[in-house]
């Protein structure tokens, strides 16, 4: 089944304490991207990824990394979270960027939601 | 900088009413719209997407767009509502160079 997973789907953590978020497709999808949701401000991209070590910054970037050395992962890494951080995360991918719109729909995985005390 | 505005945060409407929920975006270059729908508990999907040709555009369950140009807006549309239809609803946009933006996101609630 063509899917987008993200793990974990829920976690409570502590302010400092490094985690990452993974994120994997299995459709051979060349974009990735991930996003924030938040109440009132819809979806906010942090980082999209056009393919393998290409990465870039969305709309808000600051406090979080992302990395792509295979094409089907992209986690998402906090290195010292912080409270403001607490969202709901979505990662999403699409065949590619650009090529039309067969190509550019974008799949989401089912979300992460994250809790920083 | 491209953006998205939404304009109804919250809708609520009578199952058989119509719906008419607004999107005007900014963006300087060929642009890519998207509707997309968050049922409960449920992730993002596609209802729709403009990218050229023809300005009405049809989705899933009913649902359709029309993107006017002049106007920079792209707002989604369906003619009778059910109660499955409650759900949240973003529109984004989103450039052939990898940068996408989402509008805040309308709520609609459809009473049975």
């Known amino acids: 089944e063509a899917q987008v997973t993200q793990n974990p789907r829920y976690l409570i953590t502590v302010t400092g304490k490094k985690l990452t978020v993974t994120c994997s497709q299995n459709m051979n999808h060349e974009y990735m991207s991930w996003y924030r949701q938040d109440p009132g401000l819809g979806l906010r991209q942090i980082y999209y990824?056009?393919?393998?070590?290409?990465?870039d910054k969305g709309d808000v970037p600051e406090g979080y990394k992302v990395s792509r050395k295979e094409k089907r992962n992209f986690p998402l890494i906090l290195e010292s979270p912080s409270p403001n951080q607490t969202s709901l995360y979505f990662c999403?991918?699409?065949?590619?960027?650009?090529?039309?719109?067969?190509?550019?729909?974008?799949?989401f995985g089912p979300g992460t939601r994250l809790t920083v005390l | 900088a491209q953006s998205v505005s939404q304009h109804n945060h919250h809708v609520i409407l009578s199952e058989a009413a119509s719906l008419e929920l607004g999107c005007n975006y900014s963006y300087g270059g060929t642009v890519n719209l998207f509707w997309y729908v968050q049922y409960p508990g449920q992730h993002l999907q596609l209802l729709l997407k403009?990218?050229?040709?023809?300005?009405l555009v049809k989705g899933i369950k009913g649902f359709e767009a029309e993107f006017i140009k002049s106007k920079f807006s792209f707002n989604l549309r369906k003619p009778s509502v059910q109660w499955s239809d409650t759900a949240e609803y973003f529109c984004a946009v989103k450039a052939n160079a990898g940068k996408s933006t989402f509008g805040d996101g309308t709520t609609l609630t459809v009473k049975p």
């Open positions: 999403a991918s699409s065949y590619r960027s650009g090529g039309g719109p067969s190509t550019d729909t974008q799949y």
């Open positions: 990824s056009m393919n393998v070590e290409v990465t």
């Open positions: 403009y990218f050229s040709g023809d300005p």
